[in-house]
């Protein structure tokens, strides 16, 4: 489904990730990829993942360095000398304002999970933009919490809703250059970044118990949705925000 295609993926951390079940489905599907890791804490868990997937590109990626970012897109370039797909799968939000009320969050608190978890996907289109001649799909990953109030979801719930508006205003922008964009929206499972988020593990039991399957949806089932939209079958489709969540997104 991907044959020839060369895709991006940031925000591997484990094999938990939803990144790493991603990742996997694409080099599956033939897909050549590019791989990054947050700092050098974190080499040493993605490398090896990497390296499974014969990635021929690993570099480090801080998405709140310019430089870094410049780097990683000049080394794409030069190696590919184009890029069919981006996987942005990444959020942050400080440990005090993601726990407290969205009422209280400091400005900060509030800025730095908005420029993590929604602008760095922007800066990524606009460095993805000039490589994708042939057209492409620029993917990220969201939550239900930006449609209703999850309990303890708190500040990431607006942080959200502006990732899936910046998706949609996005895929309007750069459709003329057949070039797509889509939100991501699983139900809820035990990756690092959830292991932050108070009870986590009770919205989980929800979900099991509310979803009309009565199972949480795996990383790799994330996977073959991100490889449909990455493909060239999804070419008609942009701008969506795409459940997978065993349907949990539609009960009361």
Not at 4 to 9: F, P, S
Not at 209 to 236: C, H, K, M, Q
């Amino acid at each position: 489904m991907l044959a020839g295609k060369k895709g991006l993926i940031v925000g591997i951390a484990n094999k938990m990730s939803i990144a790493w079940g991603c990742a996997r489905i694409f080099n599956r599907e033939s897909a050549e990829l590019a791989i990054t890791y947050q700092n050098a804490k974190a080499e040493k868990y993605v490398r090896p993942q990497a390296e499974e997937l014969h990635a021929p590109i690993i570099c480090p990626l801080d998405v709140c360095d310019e430089q870094q970012m410049d780097i990683l897109f000049a080394q794409i370039e030069k190696q590919w000398g184009k890029l069919d797909f981006v996987l942005h799968s990444i959020a942050f939000a400080p440990a005090d304002d993601l726990h407290g009320r969205v009422t209280d969050c400091s400005r900060d608190g509030f800025l730095m999970a908005m420029d993590i978890s929604c602008h760095s996907f922007q800066r990524l289109a606009k460095r993805a933009e000039p490589l994708m001649t042939d057209g492409g799909a620029l993917l990220t990953v969201t939550y239900m919490g930006s449609e209703r109030v999850i309990d303890h979801y708190g500040v990431m719930g607006p942080v959200k809703a502006a990732l899936e508006s910046t998706t949609r205003y996005m895929a309007a922008e750069l459709g003329p250059k057949n070039i797509r964009c889509h939100a991501i929206s699983p139900g809820p499972l035990l990756t690092r970044a959830a292991s932050g988020i108070a009870e986590f593990e009770t919205l989980m039991d929800q979900a099991t118990r509310r979803a009309p399957g009565r199972r949480l949806v795996t990383i790799d089932e994330i996977g073959e949705l991100a490889a449909f939209l990455a493909s060239d079958r999804a070419r008609s489709l942009t701008g969506d925000v795409a459940h997978i969540d065993g349907g949990y997104n539609i009960m009361g």
